[in-house]
DNA sequence: CGACTGATTGACTGCCCTCAAATAGGGTGG
DNA sequence: CCACCCTATTTGAGGGCAGTCAATCAGTCG
């Protein structure tokens, strides 16, 4: 009998969304799911689309965006592994899914049908109450976000979006950390134009503060570009 | 034996928070809270400070807020009767509030401790499910929020935000709806200064749309505002 | 070597904020 | 009933941030 491709064995780390549980309830869990592979840069669930499935991001990357009526695309939070999304599966009255996301990396993405999560989630209650512990986060990440959108210019929603990703996602590099973003994504993460984005990241490179190559950024020090956006 | 102030039979309105249960569970769970009074303009709970309680709107009117670093004053959300608020209590662990309250109104709010309520929802765990659907209706108005902010310009959040008071707690009288807010809450609601809000209030006063009075505005035609601000 | 996508830069514009000052409504106390 | 005060609101003048548009430049991959 060959070992679960996906179970409680091969969890690196911690999937809060299945914090509390039993390593055999887990197992459970996770054989209800079946994997799928999406490629970089394709649509996972999209915005207004019945939400028929939860998903858990096991290895890759992505992130929740939306467009505007304008046609303006708005990038939200990032989902990384161990991150559940499409958790508007697990509302007992079919709806649908709130936000689009989008694998920004080849990502392999665990998926449960909604009535199966659904019956797993009465069973298991700890789910529920673990999906509202992270809706939380959401609320805390939206409040940041509006907060910021409403009170900070330019200049320092950028530096703050550009050091939450060097946090998150960004790769240290003989003394440099590497974040793999271009201009547009950070433009539509800071909700400024692209134009823009290349201006200050322009000038921040003068400073020395942070490199600049196609498609990624080299941050030489968090600190000092930090300090140079709040004395400005 | 007198009848309790506070049980099913008094629930004038669904409580989406309660739905799907018993009316002998609800007055189980109604009765193990207390009522509470709150004049207008008070704070009922602060951001930041421990989720200590669960509330939920009896009779009154409040709405989310917050303050950015910088002092100014964010609306978020309307709080009417049946709604539930200060969920966060509901996390097993112990956490913050996301965000503060405000009466606008003199209230009349229920209030679990967070024990108590946690106790309950681990028993009747429909109340997770419940919760978890409400916050559902949290993002919906925050992601449109959100794209109204980076989408449209003063004069279009400003009629917005007038069309939703005017929907939600605005009253008929004489062929007017009457909306009990000043420009300042407007103002932070849409997230504009003051005299933004002024100057296009007067706009739409001259224009006929509306009359506009001391801490009030008349709005004579709704569909007449909509069609001015998406006309221009 | 094209072709394509990502990035840069300048010039211009306009929305909305800021600050200052005046005006007016509505309640209160004498 | 009137004077007064506090708060809400109005209005003008001025300025700056960041968006728009257009054109060019630069990596990267067939």
């Known amino acids: 009998m060959a070992a679960p491709r996906f179970g409680a064995a091969q969890l690196h780390r911690n999937v809060e969304w ?19 592979r999406f490629p970089a840069k394709s649509v996972m669930t999209f915005q207004r689309e019945p939400a028929d499935f939860l998903l858990l991001m096991w290895e890759g990357r992505a992130h929740y965006f939306f467009e505007t009526p304008t046609g303006k695309k708005v990038i939200l939070m990032w989902i990384r592994p161990g991150d559940v999304f499409g958790a508007t599966a697990l509302v007992s009255a079919p709806s649908f899914y709130l936000a689009s996301t989008e694998a920004v990396r080849d990502s392999i993405v665990l998926v449960w049908d909604r009535s199966k999560i659904c019956e797993l989630a009465c069973r298991f209650p700890q789910l529920f109450e673990n999906t509202l512990l992270i809706t939380t986060h959401y609320f805390r990440w939206y409040i940041a976000a509006h907060a910021s959108l409403v009170s900070q210019n330019a200049r320092e929603r950028l530096a703050h979006v550009l050091l939450g990703l060097a946090e998150n996602i960004g790769e240290k590099v003989s003394g440099f950390i590497e974040v793999d973003v271009t201009n547009e994504e950070l433009a539509n993460s800071a909700n400024i134009t692209a134009y823009t984005a290349s201006r200050m990241i322009s000038s921040w490179e003068r400073d020395g503060v942070i490199r600049k190559k196609r498609g990624k950024i080299l941050v030489r020090s968090p600190k000092r570009l930090f300090l140079r956006v709040a004395g400005h």
Chains 1, 2 share one sequence.
């Open 18 to 36: 299945l914090h509390g549980l039993q390593a055999s309830e887990i197992d459970l869990i996770l054989a209800a799911a079946r994997s799928c």
